[in-house]
């Protein structure tokens, strides 16, 4: 009978560190984006790089209750970065390189932003997993169509969410903070002399 209630307890524990350390789904694209105003635009064609590989890099950090969300950082915030850009320039391009001066010159490309993306979340909730607060910093490096380094800007977004708003959208609070970097962005572009 004591072994039986300690295989019991054993396997309980087990289910339980195992739904802990598992690592919950969300999707970082926001539901608001920059708005794109015409009168307002640089009269350039710019470019951007995201690699199938970054596409594929998949992040995982903390949640609550002890858990962990994954989500794809640069595929799921690829629109907001698209987004950001086309609020500021007239034509926008997703570039395979910044490095091919002749392609870059023959499509017309003035400035190549490659973004880096970092993220991170937290909650001290120690019963729902979705993360209430989520940070996400762009860092791009642009570089016009020869290659050369022009100007680097960043802006980090901030977003929260407690359980009344989450339930019904567990990653809200990422959403919120990809909108927000995204609005970010567009303001330190749109302050850099030599990105105009």
């Known amino acids: 009978m004591q072994v039986v209630r300690l295989a019991r307890l054993g396997m309980a524990a087990a289910v339980v560190t195992l739904l802990a350390a598992c690592a919950h789904p969300i999707n970082l694209e926001p539901s608001m984006l920059p708005e794109r105003t015409e009168s307002q635009l640089v009269k350039k064609k710019v ?52 490095s091919d ?31 209430t607060k989520f940070s996400a910093e762009v860092s791009c490096t642009v570089t016009d169509a020869a290659g050369t380094v022009v100007a680097r800007v960043r802006a980090t977004g901030n977003g929260a969410a407690e359980f009344e708003e989450f339930k019904s959208d567990f990653s809200l609070s990422a959403r919120r903070a990809v909108a927000d970097v995204a609005e970010k962005l567009v303001a330190e572009i749109r302050k850099s002399e030599q990105l105009r």
Do not use: H
Not at 58 to 86: C, I, N, Q
């Open 47 to 98: 470019g951007y790089v995201i690699t199938d590989a970054d596409r594929a890099k998949e992040v995982t950090t903390p949640g609550g209750g002890g858990d962990k969300v994954s989500y794809f950082p640069y595929r799921d915030m690829e629109k907001a970065v698209r987004s950001a850009l086309r609020a500021v320039y007239e034509e926008v391009s997703s570039v395979k390189a910044g």
């Open 101 to 131: 001066a002749t392609a870059l010159r023959e499509a017309g490309i003035s400035y190549v932003f490659t973004p880096e993306i970092i993220t991170n979340s937290s909650s001290p909730s120690p019963f729902t997993w979705p993360p």
